[in-house]
């Protein structure tokens, strides 16, 4: 068994009082073998804990030749390909999972989740949001907010145009990964740290936060907001939502089961089961109350929606004459379009 959690050999942006803004990892590793953590730790002279460790030329050559040494090529020339690299270099290894204490930890962890080496909520990420550092993402990459000006008349007395594409603390995933198998159609409404299953399609409208995402095929017409996961073979619909946890005081982790249906402009503030339908239109929230109507469509009780929470092959719609809530057995499952989910 490994002892190490992850190690990640990355080049990154800094401002110019030598904060880490952001950090790529090109091939960030989970529970790295003993052979490959060692060769790294020697080259290093790392001394335990979790560290973030400035690299130059020199020590990027030093963990490549004991990564060769060690018989790990492919990790090898991942490093040496770094040598030379005019933004600085850092080496982040986490011997724990524990939150994330710097920039550089905090964008291995969402590595981890893009590419696929952990699922949503596999991995410790509190306290991210205060670790991160609010960017100007750019057409020349990240820039200090407060040297965003200084840069923009640079470019402009040069005749050109320094694009400002968003300000946030997260970039958009593709820029630093796109998972295999994937269809994306916009791509800034998927954030760093999403996690997207294979045979995901996510439609212009469609959004993935951080630490969330489609465990397979799915399609995504609607809001995964942080910590929602959606399992394979659902559908949101165009305009529809997912509540998360980062606001409003709630702890309830919301997920949506296998072949479920959100329709459009519907909602949902519980966690579904498999096979349930939410009519277009409705937002169920936790303390929605649901009238449960038996097969003669006669009400049995009501109760609130948060005791229906995980179940499945439920459907939920509204009454059109009384607006009325309503819960019954889900008869149906839904079944996706296999040739719109091969992203080959």
């Given at each position: 068994m490994s002892d190490t959690y992850s190690i990640g050999i990355g080049v990154g942006s800094q401002n110019s009082q030598g904060q880490w803004l952001e950090v790529f990892y090109p091939q960030p590793l989970l529970t790295p073998s003993a052979e490959v953590s060692g060769a790294v730790k020697s080259a290093l002279s790392y001394e335990g804990g979790n560290q973030v460790i400035p690299l130059n030329d020199a020590l990027l050559?030093?963990?490549?030749?004991?990564l060769e040494s060690a018989g790990q090529s492919d990790f090898a020339s991942a490093?040496?390909?770094?040598?030379?690299?005019?933004?600085?270099?850092?080496?982040?290894?986490?011997?724990?999972?524990?939150?994330?204490?710097?920039?550089?930890?905090?964008?291995?962890?969402?590595?981890?989740?893009?590419h696929r080496l952990v699922k949503p909520h596999q991995t410790n990420i509190d306290g991210a949001f205060g670790v991160?550092?609010?960017?100007?993402?750019?057409?020349?990459?990240?820039?200090?907010?407060?040297?965003?000006?200084?840069?923009?008349?640079?470019?402009?007395?040069?005749?050109?145009?320094?694009?400002?594409?968003?300000?946030?603390?997260?970039?958009?995933?593709?820029?630093?990964?796109?998972?295999?198998?994937v269809r994306i159609a916009h791509t800034a409404r998927v954030r760093l740290g999403a996690y997207l299953g294979e045979g995901t399609t996510v439609m212009h409208e469609g959004f993935?936060?951080?630490?969330?995402?489609?465990?397979?095929?799915?399609?995504?017409?609607?809001?995964?907001?942080a910590g929602v996961v959606?399992?394979?073979?659902?559908?949101?619909?165009?305009?529809?939502?997912?509540?998360?946890?980062?606001?409003?005081?709630?702890?309830?982790?919301?997920?949506?089961?296998?072949?479920?249906?959100?329709?459009?402009?519907?909602?949902?503030?519980?966690?579904?089961?498999?096979?349930?339908?939410?009519?277009?239109?409705?937002?169920?929230?936790?303390?929605t109350k649901v009238a449960l109507l038996d097969d003669k469509n006669q009400v049995v009780e009501h109760i609130k929606a948060r005791d229906l929470a995980g179940q499945s092959e439920l459907l939920f719609r509204r009454n059109s004459l009384t607006g009325v809530v309503e819960c019954k057995t889900n008869k149906t499952a839904v079944v996706l379009n296999e040739a719109l989910h091969s992203n080959n």
């Open positions: 050559a030093e963990i490549s030749s004991q490093v040496a390909a770094m040598q030379g690299s005019e933004q600085p270099t850092v080496a982040c290894i986490l011997a724990k999972d524990e939150k994330p204490a710097s920039v550089p930890e905090a964008y291995l962890k969402l590595h981890l989740l893009s991160l550092r609010n960017v100007a993402w750019t057409s020349e990459g990240a820039v200090d907010l407060d040297e965003l000006p200084a840069r923009q008349l640079q470019a402009r007395m040069k005749g050109e145009l320094l694009t400002v594409d968003c300000v946030d603390k997260f970039p958009k995933m593709t820029n630093y990964v796109v998972p295999a198998g993935v936060n951080f630490n969330a995402g489609t465990m397979g095929t799915s399609m995504i017409e609607g809001r995964i907001s959606i399992g394979e073979g659902s559908d949101l619909g165009g305009g529809c939502s997912t509540m998360g946890t980062l606001s409003g005081g709630g702890n309830m982790i919301i997920s949506v089961g296998k072949e479920c249906l959100i329709g459009a402009n519907a909602g949902i503030g519980i966690p579904l089961g498999d096979r349930c339908i939410v009519e277009s239109g409705l937002y169920i929230t936790a303390g």
